[in-house]
């Protein structure tokens, strides 16, 4: 088990910018994969961003790919989520995720088995 707490959410205007942080405690951090999830009101749990136990592979969903960028620095327990570009509709509720999934399921929340508690992002225009 890890525990995940994310920060550097808030409010932030439609273009500007935003570096999410998730701050994992835990030995078995290095051999986990990461990911980042929103869910909005109404919605159910989708994939944002993941990156691999070393880093080495990336993944993003379509509607944030050339604007979101995931790294991970295992030597501080802490994955990253860089947030460029924001529009209206990237205002929800981000997650911090971390799990062992197989390749082609880290898109799906029910292969990650710890999460963090969430952090609001706010796009004003």
């Known amino acids: 088990q890890v525990q995940l707490v994310e920060s550097g959410g808030g409010l932030v205007q439609a273009g500007g910018s935003l570096r999410l942080s998730c701050a994992a405690s835990g030995h078995t951090f290095s051999s986990r994969s990461m990911g980042w999830f929103r869910q909005a009101p109404g919605k159910d749990r989708e994939f944002v961003a993941a990156i691999t136990w070393r880093g080495y592979n990336t993944y993003y969903a379509d509607a944030v790919k050339g604007r979101f960028t995931i790294s991970r620095d295992n030597a501080k327990n802490t994955v990253y989520l860089q947030i460029n570009s924001l529009k209206p509709e990237d205002s929800t509720i981000y997650y911090c995720?971390?799990?062992?999934?197989?390749?082609?399921?880290?898109?799906?929340?029910?292969?990650?088995?710890?999460w963090g508690q969430g952090i609001q992002v706010t796009v004003s225009s």
């Open positions: 995720a971390a799990g062992k999934p197989f390749i082609d399921s880290l898109r799906q929340p029910r292969e990650y088995d710890s």
